[in-house]
């Protein structure tokens, strides 16, 4: 499974990346915003530099909810960098707008998944991924990594080439969970991805194992 960072902030992606395993970031609006990004210039200026730092795919979301729209700016944030996935909203549009990015050899990622059903549509038109968000459907108390296994069952079935990118992710055990579901990549905040590593099992060995070294120094 491959790991992307699910942030625009430019230390937290530099501090994963350091780590070695980050393969991928993913963004959205909020993301942005919550960084102080304001302004056409600001924001492709922020993905090139994102590109910059990580050698792997960037999700870059369009603001608009029309066909045109969609294209139009997805055009325009694709010719930024060649790691730029464009990340559409899984409405109508949306779906027709990734069905044209693919024929025209540009990369999307289908974004706000919750069913099935949408999966289906997103591999159909050709979304190069999918995002289920799996956080946000476990806080209206359904199992949000039971629909990962089942976009994984059906992409298998059915020779679907989109990779399963589970969103949302709140903590370390939502990332386990996915691996063991399948899912092709989870993108995590920086802080779920750092809880990877904890136990204090670990903890605790590795101080024993440091006091008995002094003993043969
Ligand atoms: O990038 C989309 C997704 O990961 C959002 O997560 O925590 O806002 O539900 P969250």
Redesign the pocket.
Known sequence: MKFFI?TANIAQIKEANDLGILDGV???P??MAKEGIKGHDAIMKHYKDICEIVDGPVSAEVFGTTFDEIIMEGKVLAAIHENIVVKVPMIKEGVKAIKWFTDNGIRTNC?LVFSAGQAILAAKAGAAFV?P?I??IDDSSWDGVQLIEQIVGIYNAQGYMTEVLA????NPLHIVRCAEAGADIC?CPLVSILGLLKHPLTDIGLEQFLNDAKKMQ
């Open positions: 699910d993913t963004t959205n909020s993301l974004t995002s968000f956080g946000r969103a949302s992710i709140r993108t």
